[in-house]
RNA sequence: GCGAGAGUGGCGGAAUUGGCAGACGCGCCAGACUUAGGAUCUGGUGGGCAACCGUGGGGGUUCAACUCCCCCCUCUCGCACCA
């Protein structure tokens, strides 16, 4: 130990193993037998440079996918780009690079990048959605759902930006604004295609409970996205009028307390049924509505019910009452059918609507007991009770009333059983020029023609003006619009409209098990042995739109006789954000962290403000460059820091000290194997048979390692937990190291050494692959340690000879003993009874009683 | 408002089934080795002089509560006129 041991030279050797797993071709994915497991993260959009975000994520997986593979599984680990998308032909515009190119240019550099973390995938099957290769079976699979009517279009109103003449989804509306440019959103009539999700709507529903691998919360989040509720549909017929308003209600329990009816102000009906006299405020009042819709609706229950009064009758059709009609500014057009029954009583909307128009309230559900007084009510009753003034259902309980109300309902053919959805049918045209062409041509004749597969793809036209402005840049493409009809073969025009980027990430978990099928968009057998991916990592921000729209496809494409599961992914990992303190000069505002050296502003030295922990964005500054991160410490400090910090699903703390800390670990990781390389490579490994005091106790601490750390993996995912035991068995190591001193590579001690360091090796390699490698390759293994199989625990290395109990007085630890496993509660007695310290405390009072729990605690209650 | 999650040392976090609160790491303190150390190794580190007190606050169950029950506070996220 005399000379200087090597340093730790994470850039050597972070190289050379990458050089080794690429020729080698090290992570490449054997075909279809034995015992599989796909593990998945989330594509990542090529916007350049990986960051924080994408390291932890693809940090998790991979100590899956290389602790799977240790495991003896067959692994399916791939990458690829979920490459269409705004920002390219934002490019485009600004700076004059065509989408194609800037896209392939940021994929080749983020892979360089994600090949630098070291990370296990099998490149062979990387994929990229804006290749023809990809887009075509988009269009294919656009096809077939065409043929089944799940692909359908029609006229509707979209989110519209005037300033960048093109259509937002919902979720590229901010507060009523353009993400992009800010302009206020308008809402406009398009042409636009759909998927018929709405036809899954229930099947969505139910399967949210047949996924007890997900997170609560995100199951509750698609369950309240889909938004189901069961009641009924009413018509209540209008006054001189062969026609009925169509309400939809949760609550026909209620029916007999209707005093009025609201409907929506662009309800078809508010127009027609308006009596003269009250047309000018009608329609004032609509004007109203639809301005402040546009400025974004004003959040719920504090906003300020207001209407009008059409002038129109309809009649209770189980009463035959008059009920005044309203038009109401709480009720909305796109739910239900646009109109609402009103119950004042029972309905906290309806109560303060009638509130302040002076509006009848009738009560005809009382809790149990008691009796409401409308004129004495604060609050709309809302819960379920008794029913009254409600003819032949009166005293029935109003839960059960329900079913009573609506069988009567329908016997009279004046309403029937009925269930809503919030889910609608998912619009997938974009006036963009980077995505995938829907495969559809218009003819004069012959109207809207599918594409035949046989001219497939439709190719993304790259000579394309992109200004920014004006409708789909596709449109302003002649060679790409102009073809003639497939079917006629008269002239005829292709669709300009580019299908959302959800789309190509809806499927490309199928395509990665086969993803060079010339012949399918995926091979029926290969999904069948690969699907579905047992564990998929990404961010909670999917939790609604990618992956509902991913379980939905699967189970369309099912029903198309593609593959035959029912659910994409049977585990998610939703983990959290990367965070990081904001950092502020009271000159130059947030800064970046390295214009902060020493605590001062690097522009004018002023001192600087730390400030609170905050998800990390470029708009606060407050982000770290992984590259620089890994230059400085290499990817596997990098990689150990991001798991260690904190669990994956929470959110992580990034800081500096902490990344040192996890470097630190690893030079002592290094230093423990390289300054002992002779006596743990001579040494014979461990065999098993009796051992005594410290070789016993490491021996032990190596195996109850092993243990934890399988367990912490693979039923926790607590990955933090796992590194902190390595690093405990790291601590005992060097503790027992004295020990070695002038014994040899035979003695026991060296024996028991090397099964701890060779444990240490291994363990740590999901983590931190690379020096495992390294280390493993020094301790004279030619078997690289991907490889290797999983170290086991022996149970019989994990037993005590002696167990130290700690013995409580009235829930106070006062003491402690020494005791056999497994001891009888009254050897242990005798022990804890004769101990000195305990005696203090117990002598002279009566033990009223004494608990023992096996192998835990001893705890006596005196007096 | 509704739903979900969280609140533990100076900091990140641990305690998996009700059984020694604070593992592990950061930071800090001390010592060793060194020409030197911001390297490395070793030890210490919740508060309090102590009895004791300590897991957001208050109550309860229990021999025993971070953990279970009731009430309250704070924060984060999601949904938010859904009829």
Known sequence: MAEKTEKYDHKSIESRWQAEWETGGAFRTTEGHGDKYYVLEMFPYPSGKIHMGHVRNYSIGDVLARFLMMKGKNVLHPMGWDSFGLPAENAAIQHGIPPAKWTHENIANMRTQLKRMGLSYDWSREVATCTPEYYKWNQWLF?????????????????????????????????????????????????????????????????????????????????????????????????????????????????F????????????????????????????????????AKASRPGADEAEKEGVFTGAYCLNPLTGERVPVYAANFVLMEYGTGAVMAVPAHDQRDFEFAKKYGLPIKVVINPAGVELDPLKMEAAFVDSGVMVNSGKFDGLPS???????????????????????????????????????????????????????????????ENVNLTGKGLSPLAGADDFVNTVCPRCGNKARRETDTMDTFVDSSWYF???????????????????????????????????????????????????????????????????????????????????????????????SKPVSVGPVEKMSKSKKNVIDPDRIIKEYGADTTRLFSLFAAPPEKDLDWNEEGVEGSYRFLGRVWRLVVENLDLISGAKAWQGGSLEGSSRELHGATHRTIKKVTQDIEERQHFNTAISSIMELVNASYQFMPTLNGKGAGSVEARVFKEAAEAVVLLIAPFAPHISEELWSRLGSNVPVYKMKWPEWIEDALKLDEIEIPVQVNGKVRGRVRVAPGASEAAVKEVVLSDAKVKEFVEGKEIKKFVYVTDKIVNMVVA
């Open 143 to 255: 096809l077939r759902l065409f043929e089944k009517g799940l692909a359908y279009k029609k006229r509707s109103s979209v989110n519209w930006c005037p300033e960048c003449a093109t259509v937002l989804a919902n979720e590229q509306v901010e507060d009523g604004e353009c993400w992009r440019c800010g302009s206020v959103v308008e809402m406009k009539e398009l042409d636009q295609w759909f998927f018929k999700i709405t036809a899954y709507a229930d099947e969505l529903l139910e399967h949210t409970n047949k996924l007890p691998g997900w997170p609560e919360r995100v199951l509750t989040m698609q369950r309240n996205w889909i938004g189901k509720s069961v009641g009924a549909e009413v018509d209540f017929k209008l006054e001189g009028s062969d026609e009925a308003i169509k309400i939809f209600t949760t609550r026909p329990d209620t029916i």
């Open 257 to 292: 307390g209707v005093t009025f009816m609201s409907l929506a102000p662009s309800h078809p009906f508010v127009e027609k049924i308006t009596t003269p006299e009250r047309k000018k405020e009608v329609a004032e009042f609509a004007a109203k509505v639809k301005a402040e």
């Open 399 to 461: 839960d059960g009333a329900k079913d009573a109300i609506i069988d009567s309902l329908e016997e009279q053919g004046k309403g029937k059983r009925s269930i809503t959805y919030r889910l609608r049918d998912w619009g997938i045209s974009r006036q963009r020029y980077w995505g995938c062409p829907i495969p559809v041509i218009y003819c004069d004749k012959c109207g809207t023609v599918p594409v035949p597969d046989a001219n497939l793809p439709v190719i993304l036209p």
């Open 510 to 604: 199928l395509r990665y098990t086969s993803p060079r099928n010339e012949t399918l968009p995926f091979g029926k057998d290969e999904a069948g042995y690969w699907m579905p991916v047992d564990q998929y990592i990404g961010g909670i921000e999917h939790a609604v739109m990618h992956l509902l729209y991913a379980r939905f496809f699967t189970k369309a494409l099912r029903d198309l006789g593609l593959h035959e599961i029912d659910e994409p992914f049977r585990n998610l990992l939703t983990q959290g954000m990367v965070c990081k303190e904001i950092t502020k000069c009271p000159e130059h505002g947030y800064l970046y962290p390295e214009e902060a050296a020493g605590g001062k502003c690097s522009i004018c």
